[in-house]
């Protein structure tokens, strides 16, 4: 039976697809704490919870082996995400955070750590209305543990420790279909280093096109285009959060970030993230904003090469130069950064240079999921604003 666990779980369902007369919002409301479940659920017999002190280094380096050798892999399994160390602490420890939403599962008798699972709590705006809600992520199971249905007990146990924290509503993708996406985005990838990427068997050689011929339609200039195109620094933090405020009030669904969020999301770190702005050269406005993330992907089975450098488009804001410029530049520096190729979805205004900046489309999809909320209408994936690592 298909979707046996989430047909019991307060999510938009396929039967309900249609039904206009169910109310935008909260699918079942909060419950008083004190009957939230007080214990953990329980997992089969040679097993345990274990929360996940990221502070701890011994912690958080079986946190990164655990999900370097089990997690997400492309659906050829060539490739699988390498969530850098320092990527997990960002990611996992944004202002506000619980250390009891990083859940870990370990043998009893061994101490292994065989699972994983995490939110991070997010002020999310649906509409007219904000939500505090987790972002779930992470969810990894050892491939020896598979079909073991631990994924149900470990997404019960993360909503369990969320309600306990008050919060009712959760985000999360997924490569797969569940009920119910509220958008489903199509990536996109651009070359950088075309000729790594056909050996390692990302990209293919167009048809009628020499290796030569591909290298030189991906080439970039050497230099950003835009005059006052520099990196952000923390001073810049208050107009930036202004100007991406006022941006990402065009979509249905965005965080709503204030400038200690931006100043955790948004700050280069090496190495995790990116971010650069245009400062007018005569007003000293920032007018513009771009940024992207690092993910690699570690390579399975190539002789030359163990990793993809990869850099997936974040938040990008144009109100003065106009977006196409603002994307080759960023596609500029990450080529300058030794990226081999940069990724970014069909969200928000991206779909205006995908193409023109020669982006191929990637031959999956990512589906947007909320928890406990739900939405009249599926989104067309231009109005999401919400880019989730
Ligand atoms: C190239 O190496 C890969 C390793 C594992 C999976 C995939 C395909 C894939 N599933 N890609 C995405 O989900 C994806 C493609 C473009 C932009 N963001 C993405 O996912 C982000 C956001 C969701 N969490 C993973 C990273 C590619």
């Known amino acids: 039976k298909k979707h046996k666990f989430w047909e019991t779980q307060p999510v938009g369902q396929f039967k309900d697809l249609g039904d206009s007369s169910l109310p935008e919002g909260p699918i079942e409301q909060p419950t008083p704490l004190s009957e939230v479940k007080q214990e953990p659920y329980n997992l089969p017999t040679p097993y345990e919870w274990i929360t996940c002190d990221m502070d701890s280094d011994e912690m958080s380096n079986e946190v990164y082996a655990l999900l370097t050798n089990n ?3 492309d659906d050829e399994s060539m490739f699988r995400f390498n969530y850098s160390k320092e990527f997990l602490l960002w990611a996992l420890r944004p202002p506000g955070y619980y250390r009891s939403w990083h859940i870990g599962v370990r043998v009893k008798s061994s101490k292994k750590l065989v699972a994983f699972i995490t939110g991070v709590p997010a002020k999310i705006r649906v509409r007219d209305t904000v939500v505090v809600m987790a972002e779930v992520n992470f969810l990894c199971v050892h491939k020896k543990l598979r079909s073991k249905r631990l994924a149900p007990v470990m997404i019960k146990e993360v909503t369990r420790r969320v309600h306990l924290e008050n919060i009712w509503q959760a985000a999360y993708t997924a490569g797969v279909v569940l009920p119910t996406p509220i958008t489903t985005c199509q990536y996109w990838h651009r070359s950088l280093n075309p000729k790594k990427l056909i050996d390692v068997g990302f990209s293919r050689l167009g048809a009628r096109m020499t290796m030569s011929r591909t290298i030189k339609l991906y080439k970039l200039p050497d230099q950003t285009a835009t005059p006052g195109f520099r990196k952000m620094e923390p001073h810049d933090v208050p107009a930036v959060t202004r100007l991406l405020r006022n941006y990402l009030k065009l979509f249905v669904v965005a965080p709503d970030f204030d400038e200690d969020d931006v100043e955790h999301w948004l700050l280069p770190k090496e190495n995790v993230v990116d971010s650069y702005l245009v ?5 000293h406005e920032i007018t513009d904003f771009c940024s992207f993330y690092t993910l690699p992907s570690s390579i399975l089975g190539n002789q030359n090469h163990s ?3 990869a850099a997936y488009s974040y938040y990008n804001v144009s ?3 106009p977006l196409l410029q603002l ?5 500029i520096v990450a080529k300058k950064n030794d990226f081999d190729v940069f990724n970014a979805l069909d969200v928000m205004h991206n779909e205006t240079f995908l193409k023109e900046l020669k982006f191929g489309p990637g031959d999956g999809k990512l589906h947007y999921y909320l928890y406990n909320y739900r939405l009249k209408h599926v989104l067309r994936s231009s109005e999401l604003g919400l880019v989730l690592l």
């Open 71 to 73: 997690y997400v892999e």
């Open 279 to 283: 400062e007018s050269p005569d007003t």
């Open 307 to 309: 990793t993809l450098k």
């Open 319 to 321: 109100t003065k130069t």
């Open 327 to 331: 994307m080759n530049d960023a596609l």
